[in-house]
C-alpha cells in the first residue's frame, strides 16, 4: 500500500502529491555543502538502503541533482525547521530533504527509510519495487527531549548490545541515551582514581552471574556511536542510595568502614554513601570530573532516587552539596524527582517517575526553583512494566502497561499544575531486574517505545490511537527483518508483508 502516512513518530505536516519516485539502481545520494558530517550523513543513509535494494548509491557531494537522484542539502531558507526539523519533496524526479542544521537531514533520512516499503530493512538483495508516493513534508520535533533510559547496573549489556539498541533509538528520532550505570548490583563504568569500583563493584549483578564494566575507551566509543546517530548519552551515577557495588568496593565509604558483600537480589532502598564523611564528597568530585571528561554532552545525571537509608535533612545537605560538584565540572545535574526536595539550581533537570501525589508536588515543586521537567510516568513509560499478566518479563508494581495505554496520555496533561514552559520532554526508563540478552530488552521496549517516541516528537493534535495502531502494524515486518524481538500486542493489527 502506497502511503505518506506510515511514519511512526507520526509525521508533523504532510502534503500529498501526484504520481511517485521510484528509487533505481541509477540513484545516486547527493549532499551540499560537502562537509564531512553531511558526507556523513548521507553516508549513513546509502548504507541503510543498499543491502536490499543492491543498488551501488554512490554518495557525490555538491554536484547539480540528476533525475532519480536523493539530494540532501543544508540552507538557511527555513530558520523555522530549527536544529532538528527538516522539508523533504518527493516527486517523480528525485527526492529533496533541506534543514537547517545537519540534525534535520539525519531524521530526514530516517523518514525517507520509513516511507520504503519494510523490505529496505532486510540485510539481502529484494525485489521491490522501491516507490515512495509523491508529495511534501514538513516535520520538526514537540520536545527536545526524546529519551531512553538503559539499566546496564542490573543486568550488564555489551557495547554490541547498547549499539543495537542506539540504532533502535535513533529510527525513531530519539535523541537521549541515559545510562544507569550504577546501582546495588553492579558499578559499570571504569573510573581510573578508584579502579575497584569496576574490578570488584563491576563483577557482579542481579542472579549472580559476572556483570562486567565499561573501560573509558569503550565508553568513548559508544559516546562517538551515539553522537554519530545524533543521540547524546547522558550517564547515571545513582547516589545516596542504589550504591552497595561502590560500598562493597571502598569500605571507607561506609559508614562503619566495613564493606557489605555485593548485592545479586533486586530489593532497593538498603544502601547508602555516608553523607557525613569528607571524603565521600571527594570520591564523588572524582568520580563526576572522570565522568564529565567523557561527555561531551552537557548533563549528569545523579540519580537520587529511592534513598529510604539516608535520613531526610542528610539527604537534602547532600544533593545541594552534588549540584555543586557537578555545577564545578560545567555540567547540568539532572536527577530523579526526590532531589526536588533540596533547593535546585534553576538550570537543573528534574525526571519524574512516580503518577502519585508526592511525585506531582516535587515536579512542581522543581518547576518553581526554575527546573525543567523529563516526564517518565511509571504507569506509562516504564519499559520493565509487564503488558499483562501473562507476559513473560518484567514486573507490574506500576500496573500493566499495553500498547494502547503506553500511547494514550499528553505530557502537558499529565502533571496538574505543571507549567508546559517546564516540560523538557519525555523519556522511557528500562529497568533490568528481569531482563538478561537483548531479546529480553527488545521485547519490552518494542512496541511501547515506538508509541513514546510518537508523543515526544508529533504534534498533540491528529495523533490518536485509531490510525498509530495501523502505522504501527507495518512496523512489524520493519523489526522481524532486523531480528528484533518484539512483543505482537493483541491491540494492533499486525501483517507479515514485507511489502507493506
Ligand atoms: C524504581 S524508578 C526504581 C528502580 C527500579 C524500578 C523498577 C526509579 C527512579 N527507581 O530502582 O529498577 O523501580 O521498576
Not at 530493512?121 to 529519551?147: H, K, L, N
Not at 553492579?186 to 575497584?196: A, L, Q, V
Not at 511509571?378 to 506500576?398: E, I, S
Request: aromatic share 10%; hydrophobic share 40%; proline share 8%.
Amino acid at each position: 500500500m502506497l502511503t505518506l502516512n506510515r511514519v511512526i513518530p507520526m509525521l508533523a505536516a504532510v502534503t500529498p502529491g501526484e504520481g511517485l519516485f521510484a528509487l533505481t539502481a541509477a540513484a545516486r545520494i547527493t549532499v551540499t555543502p560537502e562537509t564531512p558530517e553531511l558526507l556523513a550523513i548521507g553516508g549513513r543513509l546509502a548504507e541503510l538502503l543498499r543491502p536490499a535494494t543492491g543498488f551501488a548509491l554512490p554518495l557525490t557531494a555538491g554536484s547539480p541533482q540528476v533525475p532519480g537522484d536523493i539530494h540532501l542539502a543544508i540552507t538557511d531558507a527555513d530558520p523555522a525547521l530549527g536544529s532538528e526539523g527538516y522539508a523533504l519533496t518527493i516527486a517523480a524526479d528525485g527526492i529533496t530533504l533541506t534543514a537547517h542544521r545537519p540534525a534535520g537531514l539525519f531524521y530526514g533520512a530516517q523518514t525517507v527509510r520509513q516511507l520504503l516499503p519494510a523490505a529496505i530493512e532486510q540485510q539481502s538483495v529484494q525485489p521491490g519495487p522501491w516507490e515512495i508516493p509523491a508529495g511534501t513534508i514538513r516535520d520538526a520535533p514537540r520536545f527536545a527531549w526524546r529519551g531512553a533510559m538503559l539499566d546496564v547496573a542490573r543486568h550488564f549489556f555489551s557495547v554490541l548490545d547498547v549499539q543495537r539498541y542506539i540504532d533502535l533509538l535513533a529510527a525513531y528520532k530519539l535523541n537521549r541515551l541515559h545510562l544507569h550505570l550504577a546501582d546495588d548490583q553492579g558499578w559499570r563504568i571504569e573510573i581510573k582514581s578508584w579502579p575497584n569500583l569496576a574490578h570488584h563493584g563491576g563483577s557482579s549483578q542481579v542472579g549472580g552471574g559476572r556483570g562486567g564494566y565499561y573501560t573509558q575507551a569503550e565508553y568513548a566509543a559508544l559516546v562517538r556511536y551515539a553522537l554519530d546517530r545524533h543521540i547524546v548519552i547522558v550517564p547515571e551515577i545513582d547516589m545516596p542510595g542504589h550504591t552497595n557495588a561502590a560500598l562493597a568496593a571502598y569500605p571507607e565509604l561506609n559508614g562503619d568502614g566495613i564493606a557489605p558483600p555485593r548485592y545479586t537480589g533486586t530489593e532497593v532502598g538498603f544502601s547508602s554513601l555516608c553523607t557525613e564523611k569528607e571524603l565521600t564528597y571527594r570520591f564523588l568530585d572524582d568520580v563526576l570530573r572522570e565522568l564529565a571528561a567523557l561527555t561531551p554532552g552537557p548533563y549528569l545525571h545523579i540519580g537520587g532516587d529511592e534513598a529510604a537509608a539516608t535520613p531526610e535533612p542528610a539527604y537534602i545537605r547532600f544533593i545541594e552539596r552534588v549540584q555543586a560538584i557537578v555545577a564545578q565540572h560545567d555540567k547540568q545535574m539532572i536527577g530523579w524527582e526526590e532531589v526536588a526536595k533540596a533547593t535546585l539550581r534553576p538550570e537543573a533537570v528534574v525526571q519524574f517517575w512516580t503518577p502519585r501525589p508526592e511525585g506531582y508536588a516535587l515536579a512542581c515543586a522543581a518547576a518553581q526553583d526554575g527546573a525543567q521537567v523529563i516526564l517518565s510516568p511509571a504507569t506509562k513509560t516504564y519499559l520493565d512494566m509487564q503488558y499483562d499478566p501473562t507476559t513473560p518479563l518484567g514486573q507490574h508494581w506500576a500496573g500493566y502497561v499495553e500498547t494502547q495505554a503506553a500511547y494514550n496520555w499528553d505530557p502537558t496533561t499529565f502533571i496538574p499544575g505543571l507549567p508546559a514552559a517546564n516540560i523538557l520532554g519525555v523519556e522511557s526508563p528500562l529497568w533490568t531486574e528481569t531482563a538478561e540478552t537483548f531479546d529480553d530488552l527488545a521485547f519490552l521496549a518494542f512496541p511501547r517505545l515506538a508509541g513514546h517516541a510518537e508523543i515526544g516528537w508529533s504534534p498533540a493534535e491528529g495523533r490518536w490511537w485509531e490510525d498509530y495502531r495501523v502505522r504501527l502494524a507495518a512496523h512489524g515486518p520493519r523489526w522481524d527483518a532486523l531480528g528484533v524481538n518484539f512483543y505482537r500486542s493483541p491491540q494492533a493489527p499486525w501483517t507479515a508483508d514485507p511489502k507493506k
